[in-house]
């Protein structure tokens, strides 16, 4: 049985973004991904992190928390911000649901996340933060034989 | 993200290169949109996604954002190239609907 555990820890400054879906990707390659399923955990990073930057913490600094497991094919992820929170979950995660949307925000980051990863899921309190949860598991394919 | 562009046959091709995020996306936002401004004398703008190595839904905002700029200037936007992740992050958008591939 494989396990393993990664914890980054950053300031939600834009330019770390790259970073953590990069360290969180070199961290699942053991699991031998497919191109596509390693581009889907990229992209899914990259929204949870994003969003903490950009809502959680609207453009102030903060700490972004990324915390990884491995266990046997299963990749689990958890992002957590100390932000402001979100208000309506439900509405949060519609798609096209968006709080900015003079910015060019898509509203589709939740949507990405739910539809890249297997298993999704958020919590948040108003004033105190949110966690999201992903998970993903990798079977062995012959793309990658 | 680099972001560069030519015309040719009255076709304004606009590359992008490298990732695309929230952070990458600002610069390229107002070198896209010179670009067009620049060429309002084309009769329509391809933008080559061919060389975007990742792609998160900043890319469908900035899709949006440069179809609205056309758009105020009477000029058909076009994608081409997309790779199979971006791809398939405009696809979940709908997003061709209203920016056709070019192909």
Do not use: W
Request: aromatic share 8%; charged share 25%.
């Amino acid at each position: 049985m494989t396990k393993n555990y990664l914890k980054l820890q950053f300031y939600s400054l834009p330019i770390n973004q790259a970073f953590a879906r990069d360290a969180v990707a070199a961290f699942c390659l053991e699991l031998n991904p497919t191109l596509s399923a390693l581009s889907d955990v990229k992209t899914a990073v990259s929204e949870a992190v994003t969003n903490c930057t950009v809502h959680a913490y609207r453009g102030n600094l903060g700490l972004v928390t990324v915390e990884c497991e491995i266990e046997d094919n299963k990749l689990h992820i958890k992002v957590s911000d100390t932000g402001k929170g979100i208000p309506d979950i439900q509405k949060a995660v519609q798609p096209f649901y968006t709080t900015l949307p003079s910015d060019e925000r898509s509203g589709m980051g939740f949507t990405i996340m739910q539809t890249f990863m297997d298993e999704f899921k958020v919590n948040s309190i108003q004033g105190e933060g949110t966690v999201v949860y992903m998970s993903k598991s990798f079977e062995a394919e012959v793309e990658n034989a | 993200m680099t972001v560069t562009g030519y015309m040719r046959e009255k076709i304004l091709y606009i590359n992008l290169s490298g990732e695309m995020d929230e952070c990458s996306a600002q610069d390229a936002r107002a070198k896209c949109d010179k670009l067009i401004e620049e060429n309002i004398n084309a009769k329509r703008v391809i933008i080559n996604l061919s060389e975007i190595e990742f792609m998160d839904s900043t890319g469908i905002g900035f899709l949006i954002g440069r179809y609205k700029k056309a758009s105020r200037l009477s000029l058909p936007l076009f994608v081409e190239k997309p790779n199979f992740a971006a791809d398939k992050i405009l696809n979940l958008s709908g997003i061709y609907s209203l920016i056709p591939k070019a192909e």
